[in-house]
């Protein structure tokens, strides 16, 4: 959502007796089959070192946490923190540079071997370039911005520091990201929520605004009620931007409507005739109507010139 979509692996950590080529072989084997937007750039980075790509059996994706497989006989899991815990492999005494990844901001996957720790990787997305000016404008309108993710803490708070994000919430899966759009709206707040992947479909349908990225999953796109069609956050700054002139230019509509006829009907029905002895004429009467409809259509026609 605040990057470019277009990650690449840029870091790859052999950890025991596995090769970087072995690591990078079953990385790519088990994110080919994988749909999730990280998988591409894993594979793309595996088939440029020239690792060999196997066979997968067994294959498994987990919603917000990783991939499973059988790749020789061996069973390999790849994903994140709570993967890792949900396989039930520690990650103790990890080499000093994993940390530099997450700092900074990249995001950090573990892949095990037999339930052992084999290696870890770091992809990195650049953030788009129109991100900040965003976030900063939509801060400026009194908006608080909260990022979810499901990367590590450490990564998260080098992107929300980068970015001037108020709060990100890190490692969390779908049903978090639901739970915390809950919250907020329980507490009173009106909440847009903004994704582009499967895991962000449930707090988009449940946020009372759901924007999804156009160039992310069809079931975000699905769920949201808003699409913007290039991904570009300032598409939020200008969607709401429209959104207020509109219900600007509504409510003048509404003024305009109701003082025309709250003057002319009383004048038409003859509340002049006892002053001046005359009444309206049908033909004025009916341009007047007239006119009152090209007002309203006019002053509606001004949002065609709305600079967003």
Same mark, same amino acid.
């Given at each position: 959502?605040?990057?470019?979509?277009? #990650?690449?692996?840029?870091?790859?950590?052999?950890?025991?007796?596995?090769?970087?080529?072995?690591?990078?072989?079953?990385?790519?084997?088990?994110? !080919?089959?994988?749909?999730? %937007?990280?998988?591409? +750039?894993?594979?793309?980075?595996?088939?440029?070192?020239?690792?060999?790509?196997? #066979?997968? @059996?067994?294959?498994?994706?987990?919603?917000?946490?990783?991939?499973?497989?059988?790749?020789?006989?061996?069973?390999?899991?790849?994903?994140?923190?709570?993967?890792?815990?949900?396989?039930?492999?520690?990650?103790?005494?990890? %080499?000093?540079?994993?940390?530099?990844?997450? @700092?900074? &901001?990249?995001?950090?996957? $573990?892949?095990?071997?037999?339930?052992?720790?084999?290696?870890?990787?770091?992809?990195?997305?650049?953030?788009?370039?129109?991100? #900040?000016?965003?976030?900063?404008?939509? !801060?400026?309108?009194?908006?608080?911005?909260?990022?979810?993710? &499901?990367?590590?803490?450490?990564?998260?708070?080098?992107?929300?520091?980068?970015?001037?994000?108020?709060?990100?919430?890190?490692?969390?899966?779908?049903?978090?990201?639901?739970?915390?759009?809950?919250?907020?709206?329980?507490?009173? !707040?009106?909440?847009?929520?903004?994704?582009?992947?499967?895991?962000?479909? %449930?707090?988009?349908?449940?946020?009372?605004? &759901?924007?999804?990225?156009?160039?992310?999953?069809?079931?975000?796109?699905?769920?949201?009620?808003?699409?913007?069609?290039?991904?570009?956050?300032?598409?939020?700054?200008?969607?709401?931007?429209?959104?207020?002139?509109?219900?600007?230019?509504?409510?003048?509509?509404?003024?305009?409507?109701?003082? $025309?006829?709250?003057?002319?009907? %009383?004048?038409?029905?003859?509340?002049? $005739?006892?002053?001046?002895?005359?009444?309206?004429? #049908?033909?004025?009467? +009916?341009?007047?109507?007239?006119?009152?409809?090209?007002?309203?259509?006019?002053?509606?026609?001004?949002? !065609?010139?709305?600079?967003?």
């Amino acid at each position: 959502t605040l990057t470019q979509g277009q #990650p690449s692996l840029t870091d790859v950590v052999p950890i025991g007796s596995v090769t970087r080529e072995q690591l990078l072989s079953l990385i790519g084997s088990l994110e !080919r089959d994988s749909a999730h %937007p990280l998988a591409d +750039a894993i594979v793309a980075g595996a088939e440029a070192s020239k690792a060999p790509l196997l #066979p997968v @059996a067994d294959f498994e994706s987990v919603t917000g946490m990783g991939v499973l497989g059988t790749i020789d006989g061996f069973k390999v899991s790849l994903g994140n923190t709570a993967m890792m815990t949900q396989q039930k492999i520690k990650l103790e005494d990890l %080499p000093d540079n994993v940390q530099n990844l997450k @700092a900074e &901001g990249k995001t950090v996957m $573990y892949c095990a071997v037999d339930g052992v720790l084999a290696g870890v990787i770091g992809v990195s997305d650049a953030i788009k370039q129109t991100t #900040p000016a965003a976030i900063e404008q939509l !801060r400026e309108q009194g908006m608080r911005i909260i990022m979810a993710t &499901g990367d590590s803490q450490a990564t998260a708070e080098a992107i929300a520091q980068q970015l001037g994000i108020d709060e990100s919430r890190a490692g969390v899966l779908p049903e978090d990201k639901l739970a915390i759009v809950n919250e907020l709206r329980q507490s009173g !707040r009106v909440v847009a929520m903004a994704g582009d992947g499967v895991n962000d479909a %449930p707090a988009l349908a449940s946020a009372d605004v &759901g924007i999804a990225m156009g160039t992310g999953a069809d079931v975000a796109v699905e769920s949201a009620g808003i699409t913007l069609l290039g991904g570009d956050l300032t598409g939020i700054v200008r969607a709401r931007k429209l959104a207020r002139t509109t219900m600007r230019n509504i409510k003048q509509n509404l003024f305009f409507a109701f003082a $025309y006829n709250a003057i002319g009907v %009383p004048i038409a029905a003859g509340i002049l $005739y006892p002053i001046t002895g005359s009444l309206l004429s #049908p033909m004025i009467a +009916a341009a007047a109507m007239s006119l009152s409809s090209v007002s309203v259509i006019g002053n509606a026609l001004r949002l !065609r010139s709305l600079q967003l």
